[in-house]
């Protein structure tokens, strides 16, 4: 599988749920950080894009990664595109996640992995599709 790419211009098309994938930051160019709640990241990031044809609810989740990560869910265009969610030390190993995160049918999103300080290293990404809770009769 190809990895992510170096920013939302070169995204890495998920073509469908559930998608898996890993590769490196390493040696890609520091493009994004958001404060969630720590700023000031100049690690190097890599970035994939989902346009779900309807709307989702989506985990997405970094777990098995190398390295203190952080996560970001922009929406929209690369030239307009809006925070929707952010993540970092979803697990106590300092690796995130986002779970739960409801996408709507028909918007681009960006899924970027970043770094924590100036934190760079081999990633393992997971989106899947959360599916609703059947309710009991």
């Not at 998608?19 to 100049?42: K, L």
């Not at 307009?80 to 409801?102: F, G």
């Amino acid at each position: 599988m190809k990895q992510g790419g170096d920013n939302c211009g070169s995204a890495t098309v998920i073509p469908g749920l559930p998608f898996a994938d890993n590769g490196t930051t390493v040696g890609y160019t520091n493009d994004y950080d958001e404060v969630c709640p720590y700023s000031g990241s100049t690690a190097p990031d890599v970035v994939y894009s989902f346009a779900p044809a309807t709307n989702v609810v989506v985990n997405i989740d970094l777990w098995g990664s190398s390295y203190d990560t952080k996560l970001y869910v922009y929406q929209g265009t690369c030239d307009n595109a809006h925070l929707v969610a952010c993540n970092d030390d979803y697990y106590s190993n300092y690796v995130s996640a986002i779970m739960n995160q409801p996408l709507s049918g028909g918007s681009t999103y960006y899924i970027v992995i970043d770094g924590y300080g100036g934190a760079s290293g081999d990633y393992v990404l997971n989106v899947t599709e959360v599916q609703p809770r059947s309710e009991a009769r």
